[in-house]
């Protein structure tokens, strides 16, 4: 599946669109927000999961599990919040570099760390509280994507240049590492899901193919004309969360697509955005820099 160089643009654009005291995951009373009316039988309770000094982003949810970044003692590190537990914040990172991107599969944590100038890869074990390093090598790697115990991520070895990506495949039950690509193009973007690992390949007029690597069976292939990755942090079944514009601010918003309805989830005078979803739990980010909190909605039956 080829694109022209100003859909290759766009697509990669869309694929790249990537403790302090009084914290709590319990998820106190937030008296700016106000839960929309109860529709088809679904109320969503709203919460504050931060209340600090400094910078909070992007949070990624799935399960229980939420995490994020924190910009904490002059560097970016990541924190892990047990939503049902209600307990308080875990500092996963604490060091002297900046820790971005989390993402969590609901069992570990994966991340980025800039231990050196290419960054290196790390998981942690929720259950067990254990981190590994999964890269040591002067690469430079990308923000990696996890799904049920598998972590991709796009690697560039640097000579006297930083040569094309190559996709990389970690599984933590085994240890293994795998390279899925080995060819002169650039291959990058990669997403994950239970059933597949889906990346960009763009050669030197920047005409742009996607292939799809099938987890169960080892084989990788051309996608179809047709293919839609259907796999976002933003939509779970029905639901899709996302941040519209109501003439004074953003606010979050649910879109039901089997009934083709949307709901209002904040009201407010700050900057919702940033929402993701999993389950009956929605995350979003309210405000910016150091004034930026982490909030959390869940939805339980009307009595």
Not at 63 to 69: A, E, I, N, P, T
Not at 130 to 152: C, F, H, L, M
Not at 249 to 274: A, P
Request: contains cysteine.
């Amino acid at each position: 599946m080829r694109f022209s160089k100003a859909r290759t643009i766009i697509w990669l654009f869309l694929f790249t669109a990537l403790i302090a005291g009084g914290m709590a995951c319990s998820g106190s009373s937030d008296d700016s927000a106000t839960n929309p009316e109860p529709g088809n039988g679904i109320d969503w309770q709203t919460g504050q999961i931060t209340k600090n000094s400094y910078e909070d982003s992007f949070p990624q949810i799935k399960g229980d599990y939420l995490v994020w970044q924190g910009h904490a003692d002059g560097d970016w590190e990541i924190f892990l919040c047990d939503t049902a537990t209600k307990g308080s914040p875990i500092f996963i990172t604490h060091n002297d570099y900046d820790d971005i991107s989390p993402q969590t599969d609901g069992n570990y944590v994966v991340w980025l760390g800039y231990s050196h100038s290419g960054g290196e890869i790390f998981v942690y074990d929720i259950l067990s509280g254990e981190t590994t390093r999964v890269t040591d090598d002067d690469n430079v790697d990308s923000p990696p994507q996890i799904a049920n115990g598998v972590v991709v991520w796009t690697s560039h070895k640097v000579t006297d240049s930083v040569e094309p990506g190559e996709i990389m495949l970690y599984d933590i039950a085994t240890g293994v590492t795998e390279q899925l690509t080995m060819d002169a193009l650039d291959d990058s973007g990669p997403r994950i899901s239970s059933e597949a690992v889906i990346w960009v390949q763009t050669d030197e007029e920047l005409g742009a193919t996607i292939f799809i690597h099938d987890l169960g069976t080892g084989t990788t292939v051309e996608a179809p004309q047709d293919f839609v990755w259907e796999n976002s942090p933003q939509t779970d079944g029905n639901l899709t969360v996302l941040a519209r514009y109501d003439y004074r601010d953003r606010e979050i918003f649910l879109y039901d697509t089997g009934l083709k309805v949307y709901e209002q989830i904040t009201d407010n005078d700050l900057d919702d955005r940033y929402p993701r979803i999993s389950g009956n739990k929605i995350v979003w980010i309210r405000g910016e820099g150091k004034a930026s909190e982490i909030f959390f909605a869940f939805s339980v039956p009307d009595e």
